[in-house]
């Protein structure tokens, strides 16, 4: 190649290597690794076409991630499969968590879905959450969902994702769904909606209040739960609930 035909493909070459890096910046691939404070999540995005771009959607997958590590000190579990599939609309939910692999998370966002349904998203975190906790038997369902209904907003707030007064007006909101009724049989015999996640979030903020009381703003739920967490308690295990809230007492000095 003569010196002149160089000159005039160098050019070509130089900006075919810069189109290659911003490509390579720009995650296209439907199947991402993602590395977060104690885990890894193995995250496979919708090949539909949707308004938000791969990287929106991973943005939103790192901040519902590292919302729940910070809350936790750390991911629940060593690796994730998360699973996030098109759905209509804007809307962002059908999240179910399920002990398999290690964790395995499927949730549904709508093709019409921008930026700031994410932002606003709270069913992520809700999910990742139970990542957290051993599964327990059917009549104790009301302190996993209670747990991922309470600390849900909690660690959002923390994490800049909410304001408090969001969080204080949604409690207020929302915490009378969860009182018991004329034929109420307490939280282990009444499997409704209201009773299993608001019932099991009212549980969860009236033992963050008395952990508080006792230990003097020392300790809180955060510290109990860690504690369970620590001890071994996360989504792949099944325990009963006398030895979680065991280790909750035993983290935070409480009974």
């Known amino acids: 190649m003569s010196a002149g035909s160089l000159s005039r493909v160098l050019p070509v070459l130089l900006a075919l290597s810069l189109v290659s890096q911003v490509r390579a910046q720009q995650p296209d691939s439907s199947n991402v690794i993602l590395k977060i ?21 991973l943005n939103w997958v790192k901040a519902s991630a590292n919302a729940v590590a910070n809350y936790y000190g750390r991911f629940p579990v060593p690796h994730l499969t998360l699973r996030v599939r098109a759905g209509n ?23 019409e879905a921008d930026v700031s349904d994410t932002k606003d998203d709270w069913v992520l975190v809700h999910e990742m959450i139970h990542l957290a906790f051993p599964s327990m038997e ?8 209670g747990i991922s209904t309470y600390v849900e907003p909690v ?31 307490g939280l282990d015999q009444t499997p409704t909606w209201g009773r299993t996640y608001w019932g099991g979030g009212m549980f969860c903020l009236v033992a963050d209040v008395r952990i508080r009381e006792q230990t003097r703003n020392r300790k809180s739920l955060q510290d109990a739960l860690r504690g369970v967490l620590n001890g071994g308690g996360n989504i792949n295990e099944d325990w009963n609930i006398e030895k979680a809230l065991a280790l909750g007492d035993k983290a935070t000095g409480t009974s």
Not at 37 to 50: E, F, I, N, Y
Not at 93 to 110: E, N
Request: aromatic share 4%; no cysteine.
């Open 37 to 57: 404070a104690g885990g890894t999540l193995d995250v496979t995005l919708p090949d539909d076409p949707m308004k938000l771009s791969h990287q929106d959607l």
């Open 89 to 111: 609309g804007s809307r962002i939910g059908h999240g179910v968590t399920y002990p398999k692999d290690g964790g395995l998370i499927l949730i549904s966002v709508g093709k």
């Open 138 to 145: 059917d009549n104790h369902h009301w302190i996993e969902e």
């Open 155 to 185: 660690a959002r707030v923390r994490a800049g994702l909410m304001t408090v007064n969001e969080m204080w007006q949604a409690f207020v909101n929302d915490m009378p769904k969860g009182e018991p009724g004329s034929d109420d049989q």
